[in-house]
């Protein structure tokens, strides 16, 4: 009875989920590996596209900005082309072997006994791979990513437009709230009681708009939208310490052999 009275008096945790991104979150943007994409990117604008190589540069940062990513951007102003062969070009040729097996935060992301989600804007094979050479495959227990958000898109710009679908919704992406209100619905995810992490600002200042707590990764302090800075992943259990506290004592950690990934 003793026993009982102290549980009634627990409360519960602040956090039931915990939502990553992938690209310069689970790993440093010192990497190399974003810059490497970005080289992927031009050239396929450039080899693929045919787009003039002098204007591609100013062309990706406008894109990005108003769209999301440079390719929902490419799609959204008339380009036709299949997402597979843009993923496979942009992605299938990233240099994998620059990211390596991180055992600190493997531990740390096995010690917390909190769900954990990916929500990444990337497709599912590179979501895999990152996963994989990082040795986190078996650290999550769902996985959001494009195939997951645009799951009925097709590839034919003119068949969109035939389905009645606005420039701006041919790709849904992150920092768009579609995005987010798709994962939410997916995922079972109560944006209230989900903490998010993300080394976009802009990400995550539409992830606040949504309710959810955002933790601003490969940064030093926190600004409009941001209730915590990470100047690395690594740093989770200085900032965020209430993570391992806040913890009912029934909860039981499970290892996972294997992840879902929702497509």
């Known amino acids: 009875m003793e026993h009982e009275d102290s549980y009634q008096l627990v409360s519960e945790p602040k956090y039931e989920c915990l ?25 396929y604008m450039v080899e693929k596209l045919g787009i003039d190589e002098a204007k591609v ?11 999301g990513t440079t390719m929902a951007g490419l799609r959204a102003i008339g380009y036709d082309f299949d997402y597979d062969d843009y993923h496979s070009f942009v992605h299938g040729r990233l240099p994998y072997e620059l990211l390596k097996t991180d055992h600190v935060l493997r ?8 769900r954990k989600v990916i929500f990444s804007n990337a497709n599912e094979a590179h979501v895999a791979k990152v996963l994989s ?38 790709v849904v ?29 802009r990400n995550l200042q539409t992830a606040k708009l949504m309710g959810l707590h955002t933790v601003w990764v490969g ?30 004592p029934d909860v039981r950690i499970s290892e996972k ?6 497509v």
């Not at 540069?57 to 769209?67: A, D, N, R, T």
């Not at 769902?142 to 958000?149: A, G, L, R």
Request: charged share 25%; aromatic share 8%.
């Open 173 to 201: 992406c992150k920092p768009f709230e579609e995005a987010y209100e798709q994962a939410f619905k997916i995922a079972n995810i109560n944006p209230q009681k989900t903490l998010f992490f993300d080394d976009s600002v």
């Open 257 to 262: 052999t294997a992840i879902e990934v929702r």
């Open 57 to 67: 540069p100013e062309m990706c940062v406008s894109l990005y900005k108003e769209y």
């Open 107 to 114: 531990n740390l992301l096995h010690s917390l006994p909190v």
């Open 19 to 43: 939502l990553f991104d992938v690209d310069d979150t689970l790993y440093p943007l010192s990497s190399g590996l974003s810059a490497q994409c970005t080289k992927n990117i031009i050239d």
């Open 219 to 248: 940064a030093s302090h926190r600004t409009k939208g941001i209730d915590y800075a990470l100047e690395s992943i690594h740093n989770m259990k200085e900032a965020l310490p209430e993570l391992w506290e806040d913890v009912k």
């Open 133 to 170: 050479r990082l040795g986190l495959e078996d650290c999550f227990d769902d996985i959001i990513c494009f195939e997951t958000v645009n799951p009925t898109r097709n590839s034919s710009v003119a068949q969109d437009n035939i389905n009645g679908e606005s420039a701006k919704t041919l």
